[in-house]
T-cell receptor
Framework: AQSVTQLGSHVSVSEGALVLLRCNYS??????LFWYVQYPNQGLQLLLK??????LVKGINGFEAEFKKSETSFHLTKPSAHMSDAAEYFC?????????FGQGTELSVKP | DAGVIQSPRHEVTEMGQEVTLRCKPI?????LFWYRQTMMRGLELLIY????????DSGMPEDRFSAKMPNASFSTLKIQPSEPRDSAVYFC??????????????FGAGSRLTVL
């Protein structure tokens, strides 16, 4: 079965600093990978997805992620954090017909 | 489109009572998922349907939980009897079922259940 592991349940950055949220996957086949964001008291919404078309994937709100097969990683980055980026971020992998989520990383942004 | 619609948004009930959560998927989506979110266990897939047929219910915690999808525009998740450990946020999500797993899930806003 496919799985993802998010390293760090909580990340804190200063406004304007680089955001790096880590995700490693376990998959026996080329995976489909996703990053979702959840703002307080809301559902999850898609940031970006990887479907093997390109290893560097650009998403909404200035986020991007790079698929690295050699490292089995799909880390999420944003060059400059904004206060509005404070939320919980989930990495996910498609497993057959299902989407399996990591444990989530809460991002805090300090002024 | 109004998105995935869940009701109720909040439910507070007493242990032993029956709870029914409802979901209306996006029109045209033919795959529907129920997830549960807790601090301890994160996001867990409970069950999913393709074309109204349950495909995988291995995540349903126990027989107290049941889910149905009588038609393409409606699904329910029922807990009977409810217990305090069922307190969680329950999310419904839908997508178009196509050839690959690359299709994006659209989530509802969730139903927050508190069992006293």
């Amino acid at each position: 079965a496919q799985s993802v592991t998010q390293l760090g349940s909580h990340v804190s950055v200063s406004e304007g600093a680089l955001v790096l949220l880590r995700c490693n996957y376990s998959s026996s086949v080329p995976p489909y990978l996703f990053w979702y964001v959840q703002y307080p008291n809301q559902g999850l919404q898609l940031l970006l997805k990887y479907t093997s078309a390109a290893t560097l994937v650009k998403g909404i709100n200035g986020f991007e992620a790079e698929f690295k097969k050699s490292e089995t990683s799909f880390h999420l980055t944003k060059p400059s954090a904004h206060m509005s980026d404070a939320a919980e971020y989930f990495c996910a992998v498609s497993d057959g017909g299902k989407l399996i989520f990591g444990q989530g990383t809460e991002l805090s942004v300090k002024p | 489109d109004a998105g995935v619609i869940q009701s109720p948004r909040h439910e507070v009930t007493e242990m032993g009572q029956e709870v029914t959560l409802r979901c209306k998927p996006i029109s045209g989506h033919n795959s529907l998922f129920w997830y549960r979110q807790t601090m301890m266990r994160g996001l867990e897939l409970l069950i999913y349907f393709n074309n109204n047929v349950p495909i995988d219910d291995s995540g349903m915690p126990e027989d107290r939980f049941s889910a149905k999808m009588p038609n393409a525009s409606f699904s329910t998740l029922k807990i009977q009897p409810s217990e305090p450990r069922d307190s969680a946020v329950y999310f419904c999500a839908s997508r178009q079922l196509m050839g690959t797993g690359a299709n994006v899930l659209t989530f509802g806003a969730g139903s927050r259940l508190t069992v006293l």
